[in-house]
Nanobody, 124 residues
Framework: QVRLVESGGGLVQAGGSLKLSCATS????????MGWFRQAPGTEREFVSS????????DYADSVKGRFTISRDNAKNTVYLQMNSLKPEDTAVYYC?????????????????WGQGTQVTVSS
């Protein structure tokens, strides 16, 4: 089991930026595809972004493409989500997830390890 810990959430004004981090102590971090999901109250958890094991392939939801950037540092066992030009509709709890599947993954069911989430609130 991989233990994931998110950080970096908070309150920001529309147009601002935040950088989320997700760290794990698992030594085989580089063997996992990593993803970011978000869930707003009363909605289903939705895909935000995914990055392959090496970091060579990335994928983004249309709603965040061009504004968010996912990256990873396998030496630090950490994945990041840089969020720019934030909008009120980006407000949600953001979750980090790890998948043993090869390649970027969009479905929550493809991930078998989840963090506890970090709240992001964007004020208008």
């Amino acid at each position: 089991q991989v233990r994931l810990v998110e950080s970096g959430g908070g309150l920001v004004q529309a147009g601002g930026s935040l950088k989320l981090s997700c760290a794990t102590s698992r030594l085989t971090f580089s063997m996992y595809t990593m993803g970011w999901f978000r869930q707003a109250p009363g909605t289903e958890r939705e895909f935000v972004s995914s990055i392959s094991r090496s970091g060579g392939n990335t994928d983004y939801a249309d709603s965040v493409k061009g504004r968010f950037t996912i990256s990873r540092d396998n030496a630090k066992n950490t994945v990041y989500l840089q969020m720019n030009s934030l909008k009120p509709e980006d407000t949600a709890v953001y979750y980090c997830a790890a998948s043993i599947r090869v390649g970027v993954q969009r479905s929550p069911s493809d991930y078998n390890n989840w963090g506890q989430g970090t709240q992001v609130t964007v004020s208008s």
